[in-house]
């Protein structure tokens, strides 16, 4: 899994039929210290996350692997956000 911040959505009329109702989010990776780096890319979102949010992404295979998006053609999926991150003792983000 990575942290990321969702930066965006992505809105898509023709897809995979497997994959309509899920809702699509641009996310790019960050680093424990919340800083943003990287090329952004977009992921299925399961767990209600919103713009500008820290969450936790499985990518891969694993992204397959929730009840929402078994046997989807997805390699990146949303599974958590970040309430707050503690790295080596000393917490780097806490949700405001």
Same mark, same amino acid.
């Given at each position: 899994?990575?942290?990321?911040? %969702? %930066?965006?959505?992505?809105?898509?009329? !023709?897809? #995979?039929?497997?994959? =309509?109702?899920?809702? /699509? /989010? %641009?996310?790019? $990776?960050?680093? $424990? &210290?919340?800083? @943003?780096?990287?090329? !952004?890319?977009? !992921? @299925? #979102?399961?767990?209600?996350?919103?713009?500008?949010? /820290? %969450?936790? @992404?499985?990518?891969?295979? !694993? &992204?397959?692997? =929730?009840?929402?998006?078994?046997?989807? $053609?997805?390699?990146?999926?949303?599974?958590?956000?970040? #309430?707050?991150?503690?790295?080596?003792?000393?917490? =780097?983000?806490?949700?405001?």
């Amino acid at each position: 899994m990575l942290i990321a911040r %969702v %930066v965006g959505s992505a809105v898509s009329t !023709a897809k #995979d039929a497997r994959m =309509t109702g899920l809702k /699509l /989010l %641009v996310v790019r $990776p960050a680093s $424990p &210290a919340d800083d @943003v780096s990287g090329d !952004a890319f977009v !992921a @299925v #979102d399961t767990v209600g996350a919103g713009s500008g949010e /820290l %969450v936790l @992404v499985a990518r891969g295979s !694993a &992204a397959r692997h =929730t009840d929402r998006t078994a046997d989807c $053609p997805i390699d990146a999926a949303i599974v958590g956000i970040l #309430d707050s991150l503690e790295v080596e003792g000393e917490v =780097t983000f806490r949700k405001s």
